[in-house]
């Protein structure tokens, strides 16, 4: 095989530094005073970051939220990977009737504006005492359509008819068929699936911050705090926004590994 040549590798390079040049961005504003902005360009960090972190956890109840988020974004992924896994599974590779209309209603769902639904959901938790709580906000997003599509779609070649069938002639039972035959052939869609809910949910601002309390904040609800008024601290701000991405780069180390397996192995089947 023939190796990629240095243009390949220059292209590659630029990429990540153009990805990785924002978060940098964001270090560099929190590591010095709010004069960087209007003082001379430089790329060199200041020695200010902790200071203006330790700002951060006496402006809002940045402990509070991030424990908040961790909860959230760590059940809600776990329960829309392992909900859309066994509904993917469902209809992927089980024959009943109605399958092929509750998939296309699962995927019209994903056309519907999220906005629209807000006024009646916030309507439903308050009628059931969850309004202020973080199970108004982990409930409604348990199991996502664009999961159980996702899933679905990559468990239809990823798994054989055969492979099922020949499960089933073993006497396993159905459960153990989706747990023995599907899921490990399943994990690298299942991971690229956790890291996509996590970061969503994690990023999430909108419906928090509508049904949350003030003093029960997620992250991003805390961190909306800290430019609420007439001048803004751009140092305070993006040395909140830093610590707050530091989470989602650690899951996506984590899970970095069966992501690059989903991404080869899909190459090879290409």
């Known amino acids: 095989m023939k190796r990629p040549s240095f243009v390949v590798y220059g292209v590659l390079a630029a990429f990540v530094l153009g990805s990785a040049f924002p978060f940098y961005w964001s270090y560099l504003v929190a590591s010095r005073d709010n004069s960087v902005l209007t003082g001379d360009f ?3 960090p200041g020695g200010n970051f902790w200071s203006n972190a330790t700002r951060v956890f006496d402006t809002i109840p940045f402990w509070k939220a991030l424990a908040n988020s961790f909860i959230v974004s760590g059940t809600v992924t776990l329960s829309v990977v392992v909900l859309s896994a066994l ?14 209309v509750l998939f296309l209603f699962v995927v019209a769902t994903l056309a519907v504006p999220t906005q629209l639904g807000i006024i009646p959901l916030y309507m439903a938790m308050a009628e059931f005492g969850w309004a202020g709580e973080l199970e108004a906000v982990i409930v409604p997003n ?8 996702w899933m679905r779609q990559y468990l239809v070649d990823a798994v054989p008819d055969e492979l099922v069938e020949a ?6 039972s ?9 899921l490990p052939a399943a994990r690298p869609a299942a991971a690229m699936l956790g890291v996509f809910t996590f970061m969503q949910s994690w990023n999430d601002f909108l419906w928090p911050l509508v049904v949350l309390n003030a003093d029960n904040p997620t992250l991003q609800v ?3 705090k800290l430019q609420s008024g007439y001048y803004v601290d751009y140092s305070l701000v993006l040395a909140g926004t830093t610590l707050a991405t530091v989470p989602v780069l650690i899951v996506f180390l984590v899970l970095g590994r069966q992501i690059v397996a989903g991404v080869m192995q899909g190459a090879v089947k290409g």
């Not at 509904?87 to 092929?100: I, S, V, Y």
């Not at 348990?142 to 599509?149: E, H, I, M, W």
């Open 222 to 224: 805390a961190l909306e």
């Open 142 to 149: 348990l199991v996502t359509a664009f999961g159980v599509f």
């Open 42 to 44: 430089t790329l060199i």
């Open 174 to 182: 159905l459960w153990r068929t989706f747990w023995h035959v599907a």
């Open 167 to 172: 499960a089933r002639m073993d006497g396993c």
């Open 87 to 100: 509904a993917g599974f469902a209809f992927a590779k089980l024959r009943f009737r109605g399958r092929g």
